[in-house]
């Protein structure tokens, strides 16, 4: 799934990656409404920040609100583990100021 209308997320635990080049991993967190009890409800995902975002990326530091303007949502299989990853990959995003 290609992500390229304009996804808030709020970022955590950004590192360099260690095997691979020019690429910043971190968590990053999604609203995805509210449940039955009116509880915030969101979703965790693993992330890479390549492209034009992995410069930016390096700036970015725990808790930083991002909106992603270029993303893909990726399903992958890791045959060994005989486990299931869902990945975003972020191509750009924009830096949302503290009030926004």
Known sequence: MNISSKQEARV?????????????????????????????KYSSWNAAFVGD??????????????????????NNYDK???????NVTIFDFELLGEDE
């Open 12 to 40: 955590f635990d950004v590192k360099k990656a260690e095997n691979r080049k020019n690429t910043v991993s971190a968590r990053i967190s999604t609203y995805e409404g509210k449940t039955k009890d009116e509880k915030a």
């Open 53 to 74: 975002a992995y410069d930016k990326a390096t700036e970015l530091e725990n808790k930083d609100k991002i909106i992603l303007t270029n993303a893909k949502v990726e």
């Open 80 to 86: 060994e583990k005989e486990k299931l990853y869902l």
